[in-house]
């Protein structure tokens, strides 16, 4: 069965700090795809980024950078120069395409809760 | 840019009511999904669509239907509503392009029902 642990439930750091968010995954498939999804006090799940697995290539994007290990079944998020603003609670989830008929749902992590302090 | 709306950010209601929360999408995606979030739980697939009137159930459906007439359209109905299904619902969609299966998933911004 597919997993994703977010093994840290709460981090708190000030402003300005970098801070990584761990992201492990178990799948028996070769093929699939990972997504990071921001979800701020309004409640919205923002999608931020989509990695297939057959893409390790690290990618960056202004202050978000987010590392592709498939060794240790890892997709870790990072944020640089950390912001208020950045506060919000971020889902790692899991896409197997290949488990099923249809269009399958997402397997997320419990969440990562990100505090910066001001 | 893409779009996802719910009828309600907050509902309350009785038990034993019959619950319909709505959920639009402007992106002609054929696939839409409904996920119930509870803290500790995270994010859990109640049912999902991948065409019209077409249904398949996730990991929680009991309790729930679900109904899709129209592609834009897709309703989660809770038959006769209990406390126990005092919850923020997602509803999300995407698309299904050939050859990518995993297309991403869009959310609208929650439905938060309470059941009295």
């Known amino acids: 069965a597919q997993k994703v642990t977010q093994a840290q439930t709460e981090i708190s750091v000030v402003e300005k700090e970098d801070v990584t968010l761990d992201c492990v995954y178990e799948?028996?498939?070769?093929?699939?795809?990972l997504f990071w999804y921001k979800q701020p006090p309004s409640g919205e799940l923002v999608f931020l980024i989509r990695?297939?697995?057959?893409?390790?290539q690290n990618e960056i994007s202004g202050r978000y950078s987010w590392n592709f290990q498939k060794s240790t079944s890892s997709f870790n998020f990072t944020i640089t120069a950390s912001q208020v603003v950045d506060s919000a609670v971020y889902f790692c989830a899991l896409s197997d395409p290949y488990s099923g008929g249809g269009a399958d749902g997402l397997t997320f992590g419990k969440g990562t809760h990100l505090i910066i302090q001001p | 840019d893409v779009k996802v709306t719910q009828s309600s950010r907050y509902l309350v209601k009785r038990t034993g009511e019959k619950v319909f929360l709505e959920c639009v999408q402007d992106?002609?995606?054929?696939?839409m999904f409904w996920y119930r979030q509870d803290p500790g739980l995270g994010l859990r697939l109640i049912y999902f669509s991948y065409d019209v009137k077409m249904k398949e159930k996730g990991d929680i459906p009991e309790g729930y239907s679900v109904s899709r007439e129209k592609k834009e359209r897709f309703s989660l109905i809770l038959e006769s509503a209990s406390t126990n299904q005092t919850s923020m619902y997602l509803c999300?969609?995407?698309?299904?392009?050939?050859?990518?299966?995993?297309?991403?998933?869009?959310f609208g911004p929650g439905t938060r029902l309470t059941v009295l």
């Open positions: 990695r297939n697995s057959f893409d390790e």
């Open positions: 799948t028996r498939d070769t093929t699939y795809y």
């Open positions: 999300a969609s995407s698309s299904r392009t050939s050859g990518s299966y995993a297309d991403t998933q869009y």
């Open positions: 992106m002609d995606h054929e696939n």
